[in-house]
């Protein structure tokens, strides 16, 4: 498997290509000493410059509450291998107690937000919020601006996925427990008319 805290940077001309085949999220919030990390299933790439993305985020949440605090969240991108952990983050309450202490999950922080990155993910997006009061009220979606992109090297390099075993495969949430794991990649080019 490949090692979990490696991460080598991903030029933000191409942050999309972490998140364009529609994987699973874990997002990760921290504002006064206060961290929390969620399964978000409804994140995408939005537009390429500067580059942005959308994800939504329930009002009843803990991460959505550090969010609107602090301004600033990550995506992080769940391989199969933390699949698990992925589907209980999603289960449980940050306002229970603090989720990365009762995982133990291990974090590296963030280059350019104060937000802990989950160890063990594929690929991960430090985001800056742009204020869209109505459809963060309304439609529970944030917009953000992507400040940092960075990605396993074992995994992504040259601005594509290359899944070396099914464990460090990305995920796709269904619902119930139940996911699909990326499949095999391939290239195909256009039709000359």
């Known amino acids: 498997m490949h090692n979990p805290i490696t991460l080598a940077p991903v030029e933000l001309a191409k942050f999309y290509r972490l998140l364009n085949h529609g994987p699973t999220t874990l997002v990760t919030s921290a504002h006064n000493g206060v961290r929390n990390v969620m399964a978000a299933a409804w994140a995408m790439p939005l537009d390429f410059d500067p580059p942005k993305v959308l994800v939504v985020v329930d009002s009843r949440t803990l991460t959505r509450e550090l969010i609107e605090a602090s301004g600033v969240f990550a995506l992080n991108i769940p391989?199969?291998?933390?699949?698990?952990?992925?589907?209980?983050?999603?289960?449980?309450?940050?306002?229970?107690?603090?989720?990365?202490?009762?995982?133990?999950?291990?974090?590296?922080?963030?280059?350019?937000?104060?937000?802990p990155l989950v160890a063990g993910c594929a690929g991960w997006l430090e985001c800056r919020v742009i204020p869209e009061p109505h459809n963060e009220k309304r439609y529970?979606?944030?917009?953000?601006?992507?400040?940092?992109?960075?990605?396993d090297p074992a995994l992504f390099s040259n601005g594509r996925w290359h899944f070396t075993d099914a464990g460090s495969k990305t995920v796709h949430y269904l619902a119930g427990g139940a996911f699909f794991e990326t499949g095999d990649a391939f290239t195909v080019e256009a039709k000359q008319p």
């Open 79 to 115: 391989t199969r291998a933390i699949a698990d952990t992925t589907l209980t983050v999603g289960t449980l309450s940050g306002r229970d107690g603090d989720k990365f202490d009762a995982l133990g999950l291990a974090t590296v922080p963030a280059r350019t937000i104060d937000v």
């Open 140 to 151: 529970d979606l944030f917009i953000a601006e992507v400040t940092a992109a960075w990605a």
